[in-house]
């Protein structure tokens, strides 16, 4: 009797390429991003200083440094994007009010 054939397709569940740990991580990652997506300027900021004063440990291993870069890439891409609301927010608060009389000094 020959055994089994292994089927070329991934399961149903993991995306090709990949294998079933990274199929796990990417759901984490993805879950993970969703919630630095929802975290305030102050809250990302914070996060960003621990991440960079991880990566500037002298004990950390090189294996964990692509990890550690990558989430304060995403640290600070959420920082970025809030002051890019707020920004717009101003310019559309601004150009909606009239421009203020100019006193004389």
């Not at 200083?49 to 950390?60: F, K």
């Not at 550690?68 to 310019?91: F, S």
């Amino acid at each position: 009797m020959s055994p089994p054939r292994k089927s070329s397709r991934p399961p149903v569940n993991q995306a090709p390429g990949m294998l079933p740990d990274q199929d796990q991580q990417s759901v984490e990652e993805r879950e993970w991003q969703a919630d630095v997506a929802q975290l305030s300027f102050q809250e990302a900021r914070t996060a960003l200083e621990l991440s960079l004063g991880q990566l500037q440990a002298a004990d950390l291993e090189v294996e964990a440094m692509a990890g550690h870069y990558r989430r304060a890439l995403t640290y600070l891409e959420r920082c970025e994007a809030v002051l890019a609301e707020v920004e717009q927010d101003v310019i559309e608060w601004d150009q909606g009010s009239p421009a203020p009389k100019r006193t004389k000094p």
